[in-house]
């Protein structure tokens, strides 16, 4: 088993996180505050850094979904494990996602959490693989662009390993097993 090879490094993502949130709160400044909706378990690294860096009002709140049985191609099929707690009714959302690869789990996440009648919802999320989009859906803050490969680390799985490690790092496809 090999180290996943570097592609962002902890601090290129502690500067792009206080980036992303010094934008949130200017955009959230005319505002009672934001929920910002965790979605586990992979933003778990990231709602806590983004969150602490705003500086903004804002509450935390947390839904998990299930998008792949396991491995690491996506099957379109998404599954609620839990829903959000509190009431987010009349208060402005933003979904908090690690990744966005095929679209599906943020297009269903956003089903669920309009059905809660916001005041608003947007979408942020740390990584996006724009090459590998289904679906149309609108995400307002991303960390950054990455191609189509299996990435790990900073809240990030790959079979529930390698979560922890404090950069993100790719998964050779020899490694995946
Ligand atoms: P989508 O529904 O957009 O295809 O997939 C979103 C979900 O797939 C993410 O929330 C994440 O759980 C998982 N995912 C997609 N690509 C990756 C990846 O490169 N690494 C990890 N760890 N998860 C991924």
């Not at 206080?18 to 586990?40: M, T, W």
């Not at 987010?88 to 009648?117: A, C, F, P, W």
């Not at 005041?119 to 191609?147: M, P």
Request: proline share 3%; glycine share 8%.
């Amino acid at each position: 088993m090999n180290e996943p090879e570097v592609l962002l490094s902890e601090d290129r993502i502690a500067e792009r996180v206080r980036e992303i949130a010094r934008e949130i709160s200017a955009d959230y400044a005319d505002k009672d505050g934001v929920v910002l909706i965790g979605v586990l378990k992979g933003s778990f690294i990231f709602l806590a850094d983004l969150s602490r860096a705003l500086s903004i009002p804002r509450s935390i709140e947390f839904i998990a979904v299930s998008s792949y049985a396991s491995g690491s191609r996506s099957t379109g099929a998404v599954r609620l494990i839990m829903d959000v707690r509190g009431n987010i009714e009349n208060r402005h959302v933003l979904i908090v996602e690690d990744i966005v690869d095929t679209g599906h789990t943020l297009k269903y996440l956003l089903g669920i959490l309009q059905s809660h009648r916001p005041a608003s919802i947007r979408t942020c999320t740390l990584l996006h693989k724009a090459d590998c989009v289904e679906v149309d859906v609108d995400i307002d803050y991303v960390g950054f662009q990455i191609g189509d490969e299996w990435v790990v680390g900073y809240g990030l799985d790959y079979a529930e390993r390698d979560r922890t490690l404090p950069y993100i790092g790719v998964v050779a496809p020899d490694d995946r097993g």
